[in-house]
């Protein structure tokens, strides 16, 4: 038998086990929908801490017996196990997060959001069924599917905080030994469209700062004082006007930019998972995936500033805007966020007085493609799905990838999942997750998995 037909008995065997382990995992991809794991501050703990132990039940009733909670010191408990593989074989960690967004009313859900709803399009909607409660049945899926006959170590992580302030990153720092591995699998990413599978191989960094601008000791009436003396809040609305160009791209002198080279993003796809309203004009220039994922976006994400509904007839003393920009994969955060700031400096106008604070230095990732998990997931992702793999970015930043690349400095990074980009709708309003990415993405790791263990 030649090694090809070998490889591929090898995928039909895994296709059809995954198949069969379907049905189980959905049903409890349901039930963990229904616990409303939300960690923000001023959310009920039970249920956070109810998702915990339920996380532990799912990979305990997936063979992996060990599998405890962490006590993160000052947040939520993550889960972990460690389970050895045989001797000599390299060490896998499989992450994901147990906690999700909130689904206030007011977003518009067509259905509760705390109950697993199928509808005709074959997708399960609730808030986490994609974001990230899918990346955990991915990871017990693998694990059944791999039951017995674990070709590699695996270690799992799964996290409590990921949506809010994590506490995570200082357990990492202070404990590396418990992360050390060869490859980190994070499976709370997504494919461009169901179907088309991707491996993401760049996250965007976030930088922010608020920028409060003063003029006037006191407000004045604008009828005998305005047309001289500068209002605050125009002086600031002249500053932030100059982030972009007229096109809309983002133009912070010494800001890192680049051009994408792997995938381009479907326009009509954008369109819609953005609901872009209707002939409202896409902004800035080069490809759409240029724009997504290799050069910076600044925005205005807050102003304090009186509000129309007391408003009067005065001239603004002071107003402050808090200003946000994604950075480029590759760029150097700190470096980012000094451009912003220096840049916004220099464009104030009539010597008004500026305050600036730092507030946030979200650090980008670029994926190194040169290693052999990568190569092995890319294969493995190309015969679960049948089509060839996109190399696609990432908006969102995981700032605990970094974390985990500083206590396994040699490891490789897969970043993937269940979360299409075209209508997971993450975060939003009726979230969802196509059962049929759920299934390819357990095939293409167990093959991952497979494959490395063949690699010792
Ligand atoms: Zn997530």
């Known amino acids: 038998m030649t090694e090809n037909s070998g490889s591929q008995l090898d995928a039909d065997t895994v296709r059809s086990t995954v198949a069969g382990l379907m049905p189980d995992l959905l049903a409890e991809l349901e039930a963990l929908v229904a616990i409303p794991s939300i960690a923000f501050p001023g959310f009920p703990s039970e249920p956070v801490h109810a998702m915990s132990e339920a996380v532990v039940e799912l990979f305990r009733a997936s063979g992996v017996e060990d599998v405890r909670l962490l006590e993160i010191p000052g947040g939520y408990p993550a889960v972990y196990a460690d389970v050895p593989g045989p001797a000599g074989s390299p060490t896998v960690l499989l992450y994901a997060h147990y906690d999700v967004q909130p689904a ?7 259905t509760d959001p705390w109950t697993a709803t199928r509808k005709d399009d074959g997708r399960i909607y609730g808030r986490g069924a994609a974001d990230d409660k899918s990346g955990l049945v991915i990871h017990a899926g693998t694990m059944r599917a791999l039951a017995g006959r674990l070709p590699v170590g695996v270690r799992i992580l799964v996290e409590g905080e990921e949506e809010t302030i994590s506490h995570l990153e200082e357990y990492v720092d202070a404990n590396p030994e418990l992360f050390a591995c060869d490859a980190f699998v994070i499976a709370d990413m997504g494919n461009q469209e169901v179907g088309r599978p991707a491996l993401t191989t760049a996250l965007r960094g976030d930088v922010s700062c608020t920028l409060r601008v003063r003029t006037l000791d006191h407000a004045v009436h604008s009828g005998l004082f305005g047309g001289a003396a500068p209002d605050a809040l125009v002086a600031l609305i002249h500053m932030l006007a100059t982030l972009h160009d007229e096109e809309g791209n983002t133009i912070v002198p010494g800001a890192t930019t680049g051009e994408w080279a792997g995938a381009d993003f479907d326009e009509p796809a954008y369109r819609q998972s953005s609901g872009l309203l209707d002939g409202v004009d896409l902004v800035g220039s080069g490809t759409l995936a240029s724009r997504l994922w290799s050069k910076p976006s600044a925005t205005v994400i807050g102003i304090d500033a009186p509000s129309v509904h007391d408003a009067s007839n005065v001239l603004i003393p002071e107003a402050t805007a808090k200003v946000s920009m994604r950075i480029v994969p590759g760029a150097d955060a700190d470096h980012e966020l000094e451009a912003l700031i220096a840049h916004l ?5 009539w010597n008004v007085i500026v305050e600036v604070e730092k507030i946030k230095v979200g650090w980008p990732f670029a994926v190194d ?11 493995a ?9 996109e190399q696609i970015g990432s908006g969102g930043s995981i700032p605990l990838v970094a974390t985990l690349k500083k206590a396994a400095p040699s490891a490789e990074v897969l970043l993937w999942g269940a979360e299409d980009l075209a209508l997971a709708r993450i975060h939003a309003s009726n979230e969802s997750v196509d059962p049929r990415e759920i299934e390819n993405m357990v095939v293409a790791q167990v093959l991952t998995l497979l494959g490395m263990g063949e690699t010792r």
């Open 104 to 110: 206030p009313v007011e977003q518009g859900w067509d």
């Open 345 to 349: 400096r220099s464009v104030a106008p």
């Open 369 to 379: 493609m040169s290693g052999p998990a990568v190569r092995m997931a890319s294969e």
């Open 381 to 389: 992702l190309e015969t679960a799905f049948g089509r060839p793999v």
